[in-house]
């Protein structure tokens, strides 16, 4: 049986989509052959992988939670973010929309 993923802090809790993170933690899974991490339930992609660190990119997608799964039996950990990681694009942009022109 496999331990339960446990997110210790997810660094920076916000970004843009390709934006590298940093993850830190315990029972992270041995590779990201047998596990995954999601926001919002979309896939990062992987830079650097260990059981209790994992570097990956932000995906494009919106505010929500961060997800370490092991893949072999569904056992999930959540991130230590309350808010998630936040695309922040669309702030970005509004803030350039409201400059005068």
Not at 43 to 50: A, G, L, P
């Amino acid at each position: 049986m496999s331990s339960v993923p446990d997110v210790y802090s997810v660094a920076p809790n916000i970004g843009i989509p390709g934006q590298e993170i940093a993850i830190t933690g315990i029972y992270l899974g041995p590779s990201d052959f047998e596990a995954s991490v999601t926001i919002n339930s979309v896939e990062c992609e992987i830079v650097h992988w260990s059981d209790n660190s994992i570097t990956c990119k932000i995906p494009k997608t919106t505010s929500g939670d961060l997800v370490v799964t092991n893949k072999s039996n569904n056992v999930k950990g959540y991130g230590a973010t309350g808010d998630g990681v936040t695309d922040d694009t669309d702030d970005i942009q509004e803030a350039a929309d409201d400059l005068p022109l």
